[in-house]
């Protein structure tokens, strides 16, 4: 393991925040806080429209300056919209 991370809960909240990705499967809720998985049952149940709208708005706001806390918030919730935007892209389309 890493000397200068020390133990696991470190580890991965430096490689979950500088590689841009999450160990939260917005599928199945593995590896979720509760939070995350109260979120990504929210999302579940809108559109991709609003899902695309949200990615959107909180990508906006990422670059902005903000306590810790909130950007590894905004960071959490756009990797699990990620997940159900390519979720929605890998589901086979209705044809009429």
């Given amino acids: 393991m890493c000397d200068e991370l020390g ?3 470190y580890m991965q909240a430096y490689v979950e925040e500088y590689g841009g ?7 199945t809720g593995a590896g979720c806080s509760e939070k995350e998985v ?4 929210q999302w579940k149940a809108k559109s991709i429209d609003d899902v695309n709208k949200q990615v959107t708005r909180l990508d906006k706001m990422k670059g902005k300056k903000m306590k810790p806390a909130l950007a590894k918030w905004i960071s ?3 990797a699990i919209l990620k997940q159900l935007q390519r979720a929605a892209a890998a589901a086979p ?3 009429l």
Avoid: F, G, W
């Fill in 7 to 9: 133990d696991d809960k």
């Fill in 21 to 27: 990705t999450s160990l939260c499967s917005a599928a």
């Fill in 38 to 41: 109260k979120y990504a049952e």
């Fill in 76 to 78: 959490q919730r756009l």
């Fill in 93 to 95: 389309k209705d044809e």
